[in-house]
């Protein structure tokens, strides 16, 4: 079976502009989890989406936002980008939004996004 | 508030010695416990979790961890380390009551001499 996908692998934005990122979920999973992570910390939680609803918000400003699609894929969008969210975005999927109910996270390989 | 302490960011041991990587949480309800696995250039991959069941969980690779509420610690170990074993390690705290997201420690970067 596949495993979570996310696209692009790598991309490069300058300061301003905007940007989208997927990511494609297990199939069966139907709950999505985007996370940032800035080189050399761990990585910080930014939504959690279920059944095309959003169920968690981190400390992130209003120009990240996020929606699920009924296929259950997800879409990451941040606004007027900032040198400060060059990072690497991870995607998660899972059966349901719990962690500690053997619903563990699932991650994909990332996007690499360089902001300039 | 939730939150895990990962003492040392960079650990180094030689190839056959024990791997001891730490952590201490922070939780007021009681937690969820994880250790994840980051290879360079890829995602993390779940090495084991605690959810109040048995307190000396066992997880993938030979990898195990001990949760201990008395020193709010879930410290990683593993009997011989392995070449492969080197990669970025992650302690992650989650809850009942805050299920849709894990807080993750700053990692725990895992070096094999030969």
């Known amino acids: 079976d596949a495993g979570v996908t996310q696209s692009p692998t790598h991309l490069i934005k300058t300061r301003g502009q905007h940007v989208t990122l997927r990511c494609s979920p297990i199939s069966g999973h139907k709950s999505v989890s985007w996370y940032q992570q800035v080189l050399g910390q761990g990585p910080q939680f930014i939504f959690q989406?279920?059944?095309?609803?959003?169920?968690g918000r981190g400390n992130f400003p209003d120009r990240f936002s996020a929606r699920q699609f009924p296929n259950y894929s997800s879409e990451l969008n941040v606004n007027a980008l900032l040198l400060g969210d060059s990072a690497l975005y991870l995607c998660a999927s899972s059966e349901r939004p719990g962690q500690g109910n053997g619903s563990p996270l699932h991650f994909g390989n990332g996007t690499r996004l360089t902001v300039t | 508030a939730q939150s895990v302490t990962q003492l040392g960011s960079h650990v180094s041991v030689s190839e056959g010695a024990l791997v001891l990587l730490r952590c201490n949480y922070s939780?007021?309800?009681?937690?969820?416990l994880f250790w994840y696995v980051q290879y360079p250039n890829q995602g993390l991959q779940l090495l084991l979790k605690y959810t109040s069941a048995a307190t000396l969980v066992k997880g993938i690779n030979g990898f195990e961890a001990e949760f201990k509420k008395s020193e709010t610690s879930f410290h990683l170990t593993k009997p011989s380390a392995h070449m492969s074993d080197a990669a970025e390690y992650f302690c992650a705290v989650s809850s009942y009551s805050s299920a849709s997201k894990i807080i993750f420690g700053s990692g725990t970067r895992l070096s094999i001499r030969p």
């Open positions: 989406y279920y059944e095309k609803e959003e169920r």
């Open positions: 939780s007021s309800v009681p937690p969820y």
